[in-house]
């Protein structure tokens, strides 16, 4: 039942059939332990279900006699919601860590960066650095660049909602179709789109475009199919981005949202951090669904109380940022 197996299809069957690992390490473990007869104790695996989601589980295993037979004695235990706690505290640490980096520094560096900037506009103007504004073009875009990357790095410095109002989700998607086709068809990628209807919510616009922008970006990545859906489930207003990609690494999952961790060459890793920091700023959380058939974040946003309009931002206990 924990594999989503029936019995009639597990017996008879080669244990590797129907406990698929989801990596190296894990299947050279338990082929060692099952060829060699060994005896462990909670050993961490990764495992895959029968739909292609991963879980995290303790492997043990006992050596035992039964009718005179050496036999072996397995317990698979799922440990997939503490580990996912446990990622989630050792991220939102070292978010704290950089944010407080960020709120230190940030401005120190863009402060000299902005006199440079601007002396280069001046040079780059006079008739006898005519021949080198090649060379002052690359000088500005890279401190263009530098300073885009401190903006995002300020931004997860940020800890309260900076202006938010009533706004409709399907509504904010729509007016990011334009912009988010036209990259879909410079990349060659299609997008479609599925709307329900679904209430109003207490959002900044501008954060929640920054992140439905992040997503989709990550998705087209991921593959050529996009799928963008918004509905609600009573309690939240749901945005998912769909891509059809090849899913998850495990080791992609557990760095998950870690800042400056990226599989991209020209990535700044930072990205899904924002995100995630944005979505908790709201009091959501971000769901990620990861198979072999592709990737689902779906981003939920709570919906207000009867006769409430506006967000709690005072202290209040820590809830994960992200769920698999």
């Known amino acids: 039942s924990l594999f989503g197996l029936k019995k009639e299809n597990v017996l008879g069957r080669s244990f590797f059939v129907f406990f698929p690992a989801a990596d190296k390490n894990t299947e050279n473990l338990m082929y060692e332990l099952l060829t060699k007869a060994k005896s462990v104790r909670n050993k961490a695996i990764r495992l895959y279900k029968q739909d292609g989601s991963l879980m995290y589980c303790l492997l043990s295993t006992e050596i035992v ?3 005179n037979e050496e036999s072996m004695i397995i317990t698979i235990m799922d440990v997939s919601k503490q580990r996912l706690m446990e990622l989630e505290m050792a991220r939102l640490d070292r978010l704290n860590l950089v944010g407080q980096m960020a709120g230190g520094i940030g401005h120190e560096i863009r402060n000299p960066m902005t006199t440079v900037h601007g002396f280069l506009q001046l040079l780059a103007t006079k008739e006898k650095y005519k021949e080198d504004r090649e060379y002052f ?7 263009d660049r530098a ?3 401190i903006t995002e790095f300020l931004a997860l410095s940020k800890k309260e909602i900076s202006v938010h109002g009533r706004q409709n989700l399907v509504h904010i998607v729509k007016r990011l179709e334009p912009l988010m086709e036209a990259t879909a068809l410079r990349l060659g990628k299609h997008i479609t789109y599925r709307y329900s209807t679904v209430p109003d919510i207490c959002v900044n616009e501008k954060e929640i475009r920054q992140v439905i922008l992040n997503l989709v970006h990550n998705a087209m990545d ?3 199919e996009i799928g963008i859906s918004v509905r609600c489930d009573g309690k939240h ?9 090849p899913g998850l690494a495990p080791e992609v999952l557990e760095n998950l949202g870690k800042p400056f961790y990226t599989t991209k060459e020209n990535g700044t890793g930072l990205g899904l951090p924002i995100s995630f920091s944005i979505v908790q700023r709201h009091e959501g959380f971000i769901n990620v669904t990861a198979g072999k058939n592709g990737t689902v974040f779906a981003v939920c946003l709570p ?3 009867a006769g409430t309009m506006h967000l709690y931002l005072q202290d209040r206990q820590l809830t994960p940022a992200y769920q698999l």
């Open 222 to 224: 991921a593959s050529d």
């Open 237 to 245: 207003v749901i945005l998912e981005v769909r891509d059809k990609g």
């Open 147 to 149: 300073n885009s990357i």
């Open 137 to 143: 073009d690359i000088m500005l875009s890279e401190l």
């Open 303 to 305: 919906v207000p109380e």
């Open 65 to 67: 006699e039964l009718d």
